[in-house]
């Protein structure tokens, strides 16, 4: 799809969310693929420092769930 599409890993949503915004929040506080963060790193590097509505660069995006989900670990 990137390969088609390029342009598409720099498009927001109404919340200004990258894709990479995106799939870390899908993740719900599991790690990320090795694989996947050298796609989105490669494609489009400039991302990482790039921030949501709520002010959130994908990796504090990521932060955040991991810091959520390990709050309720017992």
């Known amino acids: 799809l990137a390969s088609l599409h390029?342009?598409?890993l720099?498009?927001?949503d109404h919340q200004k969310n990258l894709p990479i915004h995106l799939y870390y929040m899908h993740l719900r506080g599991t790690r990320p693929s090795e694989e996947a963060m050298h796609f989105f790193?490669?494609?489009f590097p400039q991302s990482v420092g790039i921030r949501n509505k709520l002010g959130y660069t994908p990796f504090q995006v990521l932060d955040t769930y991991l810091e959520?989900?390990?709050a309720y670990a017992y």
Do not use: D, F, H, I
């Open 68 to 70: 959520m989900t390990s």
């Open 41 to 43: 790193l490669e494609a």
């Open 10 to 12: 720099k498009e927001v």
């Open 6 to 8: 390029p342009e598409g």
